[in-house]
């Protein structure tokens, strides 16, 4: 089995800023790209950003200058820092990895169960 579990969401005023933490366990034998998304009410899920295992980064334009993904290999996490956070910022942020089990060949897509980042105005 393997598992993905974000912690660090909460209630922070606008101009505020949260630092998510996820981390991979299980039966994991290599991981490739991690990301983060989020979901709003009533809205899809979009894309937050990604990071590869060598560290290069993408954000979606609405978060640039403002979030930083990073992750820790060794430890098999990965973070987002967001800073300056507007209210429009609020939605469940999942995080998401590529991970190849133990005796596997192939990767698939995990994600974690979610957690709550609500930014009051």
């Known amino acids: 089995q393997v598992q993905l579990v974000e912690s660090g969401g909460g209630l922070v005023q606008a101009g505020g800023s949260l630092r998510l933490s996820c981390v991979a366990s299980?039966?994991?034998?290599?991981?490739?790209?991690m990301g983060w998304y989020r979901q709003a009410p009533g809205k899809q899920r979009e894309l937050v950003a990604t990071i590869t295992t060598s560290g290069s980064s993408n954000y979606v334009d609405s978060v640039k200058g403002r979030f930083t993904i990073s992750r820790d290999n060794a430890k098999k996490m990965v973070y987002l820092q967001m800073t300056s956070l507007k209210p429009e910022d609020t939605a469940v942020y999942f995080c998401t990895a590529s991970i190849r089990r133990t005796f596997t060949f192939s990767f698939q897509n995990y994600w974690g169960q979610g957690t709550q980042v609500t930014v009051s105005s």
């Open positions: 299980g039966s994991i034998s290599s991981i490739n790209d």
